[in-house]
């Protein structure tokens, strides 16, 4: 089993955990109050430009020209996705200056970017993956159920196969530079629990 998969797979259990968690509940059933969404699309907006600078910091520290190409794209993609923020703020009356981060998502950015300084590639993938990876499942596990309207955009958005090549993508990289061992596991299985503790912070 490729790296990416085995670690996914020993994960398995804190992602059911964010499925079954009353915020992505609600985003399937359209339950969520809208002020919680508000706040989760302000937040989220702030994390996801963080990221873009970790995938940053691995494109710096990339081997080839495969590696320039493959966070290139992964570097796109999260641009797209802060363009649907964007999108959402206008709809929803959302104030995406001057966020103020709450605890946990400051604990997730300072994560990321601590781990990406170091200029362990491998590592840094770990610590990446999981937000790709849980965010395609999210979607397609919730498209599968028939969301209701009011979310119902951005089950779309992770349910699509563009995002699930972004994943892909990412996870291919993560086999191609991360070693099993302790580091990648602990960095992995951090950047999931990070993931609950997002979602449940903006309930």
Same mark, same amino acid.
């Given at each position: ?7 996914? %797979? ?43 600078? !970790?995938?940053?910091?691995?494109? !710096? ?21 802060? %363009? ?8 929803? %009356? ?38 790709? +990876? ?21 089950? %779309? ?27 990648? +596991? ?18």
């Amino acid at each position: 089993m490729a790296l990416a998969a085995e670690l996914w %797979k020993a994960n398995e259990d804190v992602a059911q955990r964010i499925l079954a968690h009353a915020f992505v509940r609600g985003l399937g059933d359209g339950t969520l109050p809208v002020d919680s969404f508000r706040s989760y699309v302000a937040q989220d907006a702030y994390f996801l430009e963080a990221f873009a600078r !970790a995938y940053a910091f691995c494109l !710096a520290n990339g081997r080839d020209r495969e590696d320039l190409y493959g966070f290139a794209e992964l570097i796109a993609g999260v641009l797209e996705e802060l %363009k649907l923020h964007e999108g959402y703020a206008g709809r929803w %009356k959302v104030e995406l200056a001057g966020v103020v981060p709450l605890p946990a998502t400051a604990a997730y950015v300072d994560f990321l970017l601590a781990t990406a300084r170091t200029g362990r590639l491998g590592e840094t993938i770990a610590a990446m993956t999981p937000c790709m +990876r849980l965010y395609a499942w999210l979607g397609q596990s919730l498209a599968r159920t028939g969301p209701a309207p009011l979310y119902a955009e951005w089950v %779309k958005t992770y349910a699509d196969p563009g995002f699930e090549g972004l994943a892909a993508r990412l996870e291919q990289l993560l086999d191609r530079h991360a070693t099993d061992g302790a580091a990648v +596991r602990a960095n992995y299985r951090r950047a999931m629990e990070l993931e609950y503790g997002f979602f449940a912070a903006n309930l």
